[in-house]
């Protein structure tokens, strides 16, 4: 069976998480009703749902099972999918162990949701729509080295570095980043004055910089192709950062596993 184009994930990997998985909970019980789908099918089906954000309905066709049957893998085993692997997920301590070796393209991203009426601050004024913002940091060879938790979509990513604690790790010689990280005191581009221009040294050293741009973009459109992450979130609200957990978990699971 062919894994990789549902999943994200070799055979390798997929079976050390169903592995992992049938470890943490009891999915087979000797009395009662017996599951419509065994441990692998239904950690694939939860995968299947992150990795490509189809209708739950949609998925549950493919197993000749019910919506609400998927609903309720989903919801059961998101959560334990993100602790199995959550071993995987760097901490802020592992960016520091990096910092006198290497450099850091830094970005932050929108993770867009539906526009929840319940909760305004999701709204992201730079996007122009609502989700989540989270903050990416790779090496200038795209190695994706920290994905941070979410914040509501409102947070600018000045602000985000700070509640992360970026300053204490991130410097002028050691990492890039775009205008919305001046003032932090890493490498960034020069922005024009307000009714002014800036010098040709200025833009000399702003074209250097954004040179660099596409390497965090194309890390973060990697990180997007689990879809669940691309496309609006339609589960429920408190539901994200558990699926957020899991989604991070899988992509350095996939990154780093086997």
């Given amino acids: ?64 099972v019910g919506q609400r049957t998927i609903s309720r893998i989903v919801h059961t085993l998101t959560k334990v999918i993100g602790q199995v692997l959550s071993e995987f997920v760097p901490v802020l301590d592992d960016l520091a ?44 060879n795209g190695r994706l080295l920290y994905m941070s938790d979410p914040v509501t979509g409102n947070t600018h990513d000045a602000k985000l570095f700070d509640i992360i604690g970026l300053g204490e790790i991130l410097t ?19 922005r024009t004055p307000p009714k002014g221009k800036l010098l040709d040294w200025q833009k000399e050293w702003n074209t250097s910089v954004s040179e660099y741009r596409w390497i965090v973009e194309r890390t973060i459109a990697h990180i997007k192709t689990w879809r669940i992450l691309h496309t609006d979130y339609r589960r429920p609200l408190k539901t994200f950062k558990e699926t957020y957990d899991a989604v991070r978990a899988l992509h350095f699971f996939r990154l780093g596993f086997g």
Avoid at 11 to 32: D, P
Avoid at 101 to 129: C, M, N, Q, Y
Avoid at 172 to 190: C, Q, V
Wanted: glycine letters at 8%; hydrophobic letters at 40%; a positive charge.
């Fill in 1 to 64: 069976m062919r894994f990789k184009r549902t999943t994200g994930l070799t055979a390798l990997q997929f079976n050390e998480l169903v592995h992992r998985v049938s470890k943490r909970i009891i999915w087979t019980r000797e009395t009662g009703r017996p599951k419509s789908l065994t441990i692998a099918e239904a950690t694939r089906a939860a995968i299947m749902y992150l990795r490509t954000n189809m209708t739950q309905e949609l998925i549950g066709e493919f197993y000749g």
């Fill in 172 to 190: 002028k010689e050691n990492s890039i980043g775009d205008t919305g990280f001046i003032g932090k005191g890493i490498t960034t581009p020069y």
């Fill in 97 to 140: 162990d990096h910092a006198k070796t290497v450099v850091f393209v830094i970005d932050g991203t929108l993770l867009p949701s539906w526009s929840w009426a319940i909760e305004p601050r999701l709204w992201s004024g730079k996007h122009k729509t609502t989700g989540h913002s989270v903050m990416v940091i790779c090496t200038i």
